[in-house]
Antibody
């Protein structure tokens, strides 16, 4: 069974940092692209970025809204995906989801985690 | 960035009714479009990818269609469990962009 479990959310002050984790199981982690998506309370989903699989060199892509502040990485030995978030702002408050992507012409979102809530506030 | 215009933003429908939600991209996205369902307090669930391919385990009353800039999600006969918010996503170009969502409620 495919499992994606996010953790690491919580309350952080503006300007602070936080690292989210997405622990995975039930599949060969290195075979898949992985992604982060967020959703502010009551608002729509926003794609943040993804990291490619082993065959594609684990390279990354980011949304302009987080590029330079957020970093996606992966620990392939432990099958964990990370999102390092720096210089956090109030507008970064959201539920953060990790997702496993499948490939069919382009990578598409196949499985989602349950999400972890980040609140940026003084 | 590609803008995804989703309509309607909300709608009421009756059980058994046929429901259609549309998404219009600001440019051709080559059918690289997915549809997601989200229920309150839950993570999104992928229904459709590549415009018309049904994800394994998703009921056959859901279907997707479209090409170029115009896409739609159809529920052939609405069931109670289909209530929620539906989002489209284009994944043809970076940045990937979602529609604003369609809230589907029971009439």
């Amino acid at each position: 069974e495919v499992k994606l479990v996010e953790s690491g959310g919580g309350l952080v002050q503006p300007g602070g940092s936080l690292r989210l984790s997405c622990a995975t199981s039930g599949f060969t982690f290195t075979d898949y692209y992985m992604s982060w998506v967020r959703q502010p309370p009551g608002k729509a989903l926003e794609w943040l970025g993804f990291i490619r699989n082993k065959a594609n060199g684990y390279t990354t892509e980011y949304s302009a809204s987080v590029k330079g502040r957020f970093t996606i990485s992966r620990d392939n030995s432990q099958s964990i995906l990370y999102l390092q978030m720096n210089t956090l702002r109030a507008e970064d408050s959201a539920t953060y989801y990790c997702a496993r992507l499948h490939y069919y012409g382009r990578p598409w979102f196949a499985y989602w985690g349950q999400g972890t809530l980040v609140t940026v506030s003084a | 960035d590609i803008k995804m215009t989703q309509s309607p933003s909300s709608m009421y429908a009756s059980l058994g009714e046929r429901v259609t939600i549309t998404c219009k991209a600001s440019q051709d996205i080559n059918s690289y479009l997915s549809w997601f369902q989200q229920k309150p307090g839950k993570s999104p669930k992928t229904l459709i990818y590549r415009a018309n391919r049904l994800v394994d385990g998703v009921p056959s009353r859901f279907s997707g269609s479209g090409s170029g800039q115009d896409y739609s999600l159809t529920i052939s006969s609405l069931e109670y469990e289909d209530m929620g918010i539906y989002y489209c996503l284009q994944y043809d170009e970076f940045p990937l962009t979602f529609g604003a969502g369609t809230k589907l409620e029971l009439k």
